[in-house]
């Protein structure tokens, strides 16, 4: 097989083929290896490579498969960890010089629990600094490119791990995602992105701030992938008090599920979004093709809380608090766009902060209503393509003037509510930019989000589109 056969091998069939001994967990890091060294420097996806350790781990885990010693279907598996998550011996930086030669003593639980499950570690990927804004660019490491158009933002944060999985540097890619930074990057590079429910994943140790918001999940190409890297990763860790009980997730068998009868709610814009029209055209069509699987769907007109300033005052609250040691430092180093961002938090007060938490509870009641009529909400993930390197989003959508949050509209309200949501790669623009559908579900529903996705996968596949650089 061809070494990009191999890159581009999702990692469900590569574990049915390290099981049975047909193929090599050397074999496929080399492929993989190779890939990266040709490709990476072109869009610097990975910023820290652990090429000589994970070659060292795949050798080992080769010989235990051959023995006979298998562990299940991530023991030889290549990983990436986002670069704002504690890795035992690897550098984590956070896209900040102030961490530029941090490395941690310990794993977060999640990355403890994919390593006893005998996946590897290639490498961390690229962010914004502390991964604050919805494209991916640091004073460390400088910009990562969309692999569709190398002028273009990935999106962000999680833009490394979406560029990553769209390049087939490997089959599965970490992401966390505190406002939309798994759906955002993954709509942009046209892969799969899932945000399980609030508390799926436990996330510690990890910095104070995001305690409220951020959600880990996963970045892969196919809805399969997605499924099996999550159910590696869930579970209860008493280091995250906000971690939730164990709980059946069910994923494998979502996958195989039937979605007849479901009831999906449609929203163009929530309420209060705003849209450029090919998006919207592109993402109402995929919307209606559950129709076609026997959803009922029905175009709804909601009246949500626009909680973008909501989310700003939490954000930039938490940061300024969580660095203020360190500010007089940061300040001297920090990545130039936070400048007007570090200043907003200084003017803040406490009615603010408690402001935007009492709004938080009172947009929850709004959404509650939809999903006691509905299963799942479908709306457009981002209400414009990749934009252009070098700015935080555009300044107009569609003709109309729009604020710095106007790029996350679909996707904050949703760190706020808790609830599981991913992107699905849903159709291209005439200029060849990928679109993502969002699909919203209950809370603690990761398997009705899931068996979604699938349904639509099959009916519409995306995995076989990649990008030429």
């Known amino acids: 097989m061809s070494n990009a056969g191999l890159c581009f091998m999702s990692a469900t069939k590569i574990s049915s083929l390290f ?9 496929v890091m080399d492929a993989i290896l190779g890939r990266i060294e040709e490709l990476n420097p072109k869009v610097n996806a990975i910023i820290t ?7 060292v781990t795949a050798k080992k885990a080769e010989k235990e498969i051959m023995k006979g010693k298998y562990k299940g279907p991530l023991h030889g598996m290549p990983i990436t960890i986002k670069d704002n998550i504690f890795t035992k011996g690897v550098r984590t930086t956070f896209g900040s010089k102030l961490y530029e030669n941090f490395v941690p003593d310990e794993d977060c639980a999640f990355v403890d629990r994919l390593k006893k499950a005998g996946a590897i570690i290639l490498g961390k990927t690229n962010l914004p600094e502390f991964g604050l804004i919805g494209i991916t660019d640091n004073p460390v490491f400088g910009p990562t490119k969309n692999p569709w158009n190398l002028s273009k933002t990935p999106g962000g944060s999680s833009g490394g791990a979406a560029t990553a999985a769209a390049l087939g540097f490997g089959p599965l890619h970490h992401g966390n995602d505190g406002g939309g930074s798994i759906r955002i990057p993954s709509s942009f590079c046209g892969v799969y992105g899932l945000k399980p429910n609030f508390g799926r994943v436990p996330r510690m140790p990890a910095p104070h701030g995001w305690e409220t918001l951020s959600q880990e999940g996963v970045i892969t190409r196919t809805v399969a992938d997605a499924a099996l890297m999550l159910t590696a990763m869930a579970g209860p860790d008493d280091r995250d008090r906000s971690s939730l009980p164990s709980q059946d997730l069910k994923l494998k068998d979502a ?33 209606l093709k559950f129709k076609n699987l026997g959803c009922r769907v029905d175009e709804v007109n909601l009246n949500l809380m626009n909680v973008g300033s909501d989310w700003v005052v939490i954000v930039a609250s938490e940061t300024a608090t969580a660095l203020e040691d360190k500010r007089q430092e940061w300040e001297k180093v920090m990545f130039p766009l936070y400048v007007p961002f570090m200043q ?27 999903f006691e009529t509905y299963d799942i909400l479908l709306t457009p993930t981002m209400p414009v393509t990749a934009f252009d390197q070098g700015i935080m989003g555009p300044d107009k959508i569609a003709g109309k003037d729009v604020d710095p949050t106007a790029i996350a509209a679909f996707t904050i309200p949703f760190n706020f509510t808790g609830q599981p949501a991913a992107s699905i790669p849903c159709g291209f623009t005439k200029a060849g930019m990928p679109v993502g559908l969002q699909i919203v579900g209950r809370r603690f529903d990761e398997a009705t989000v ?11 596949p995306w995995a076989d589109k990649r990008p030429q650089l």
């Open 344 to 370: 907003l938090a200084d003017v803040l007060g406490a009615k603010d902060i408690v402001k935007a938490q009492f709004h938080r509870e009172d947009h929850w009641l709004g959404v509650k209503k939809i």
């Open 49 to 55: 490579l652990c090429a000589e350790e994970a070659k």
């Open 19 to 27: 099981k049975t001994k047909k193929l090599s967990p050397v074999e």
């Open 450 to 460: 899931i068996k979604a996705s699938a349904a639509f996968e099959q009916a519409c």
């Open 255 to 287: 996958l195989r599920g039937d979605v007849k009868g479901l009831k999906i709610a449609w929203s163009p814009d929530l309420g209060y979004a705003t849209v450029d029209p090919e998006v919207l055209e592109i993402t109402k069509k995929a919307a």
